[in-house]
């Protein structure tokens, strides 16, 4: 069984700054690689960032330069800084990690946490 649980979300301004945080934890192998991604209402659900085991991160094309992943050295935890936030950034923010606990990865989700910008 794996558990994420996600934290940092709340409100803030436009131009302000926010970091979320994702933690992995459960009988887990492997994991190769954890991101975010957001939905927003009506909206489908988008890659915000990831990053592999072999630190390789990838970026959506409305965040690039603004929000920044990382990992911790134990490789369980996420970060995600999100910087000059924009009212259009407004959205449940999902965590998601591919996991092994056997012998296949699966994509696990955590719970999600939501993300206000506004004034």
């Known amino acids: 069984q794996v558990h994420l649980v996600e934290s940092g979300g709340g409100l803030v301004q436009p131009g302000g700054s926010l970091r979320l945080s994702c933690a992995a934890s459960g009988s887990i192998a492997s994991i190769d690689a954890m991101g975010w991604y957001r939905q927003a209402p009506g909206k489908q659900r988008e890659l915000v960032a990831e990053?592999?085991?072999?630190?390789?991160?990838v970026y959506g094309d409305s965040v690039k330069g603004r929000f920044f992943i990382s990992r911790n050295s134990a490789w369980n935890t996420v970060h995600l800084q999100m910087n000059s936030l924009k009212p259009e950034d407004t959205a449940i923010y999902y965590c998601?990690?591919?996991?092994?606990?056997?012998?296949?990865?699966?994509?696990?989700w955590g719970q999600g946490t939501q993300v206000t910008v506004s004034s």
């Open positions: 998601k990690a591919v996991i092994k606990l056997v012998l296949a990865y699966s994509d696990y």
């Open positions: 990053i592999t085991r072999g630190d390789r991160t």
